[in-house]
């Protein structure tokens, strides 16, 4: 079974600052892999997804996230953080070849301090 | 075009009583997905319906949860007699035919259970 895990639950930084939260995910084999945002009172939308090719891949809103295969990670980051980045972020992966259920991990809080 | 639309948006119920929940996915999307978001448990997966196969209900909790879709398209997700811990908010989720591709979430329902 498939398994994700964020280790970060609440991350607390000034407008600005750089992001790195973190995305393991343990699967053998093929994966997809998603992160998911929910802004506050908002439902969860797609920020950014890897399928294959290339594993730095860009999303909205300036994120991306880099796929390490052999570490087995999935690691999201930005730049330079904003104000309305303030959310909850959901690292996801699903297997192509499986039984299509997205498996996610428990989820950061994000806060930005103006 | 439409988004994924869910109904209702909020649901107080009583114990023991049985609630309804509805989902109307993205027209022209095949797949359906339901999952469960609660405090402490993160996003679980509960059922999945792809076209005319025989749902996937390997998430559902116990049988008290059920769940239909009608003509390949309307969901309805059914908790007979309601239990506290049923209290969480109700995701539905669609996607389009292919396998791990990406799915599309509706606002929830948030359902209280007293």
Redesign the interface.
């Known amino acids: 079974a498939q398994s994700v895990s964020q280790h970060n639950h609440h991350v607390i930084l000034s407008e600005a600052a750089s992001l790195e939260l973190g995305c393991n995910y343990s699967y053998g084999g093929t994966v997809?892999l998603?992160w998911?945002v929910q802004y506050p009172g908002?439902?969860?939308?797609?920020l950014l997804?890897y399928?294959s090719g290339d594993p730095l891949v860009k999303g909205i809103k300036g994120f991306e996230a880099e796929f390490i295969k052999s570490k087995f990670s999935f690691n999201l980051r930005k730049p330079s953080v904003q104000w309305s980045d303030t959310a909850e972020y959901?690292c996801?992966v699903?297997?192509?070849?499986g039984?299509?259920?997205?498996?996610?991990?428990?989820?950061t809080r994000l806060t930005i301090i103006p | 075009g439409a988004g994924v639309s869910q109904s209702p948006s909020n649901k107080v119920t009583e114990k023991g009583k049985d609630v309804e929940l509805r989902c109307d996915p993205i027209s022209g999307h095949t797949a359906l997905y339901w999952y469960r978001q609660s405090l402490g448990q993160g996003l679980e997966f509960l059922i999945y319906f792809q076209g005319n196969s025989a749902p996937d209900k390997s998430g559902l909790p116990s049988d008290r949860f059920s769940a239909e879709r009608t003509g390949g398209s309307v969901s309805t997700l059914t908790i007979q007699r309601t239990q506290q811990e049923d209290s969480a908010v109700y995701l539905c989720a669609s996607s389009s035919s292919g396998v791990g591709e990406t799915q599309y979430f509706g606002p929830g329902t948030r359902l209280l259970v007293l």
């Open positions: 997809n998603f998911y908002q439902h969860l939308q797609l997804k399928f959901f996801a699903i297997s192509p070849f039984n299509e259920k997205l498996t996610f991990g428990t989820g």
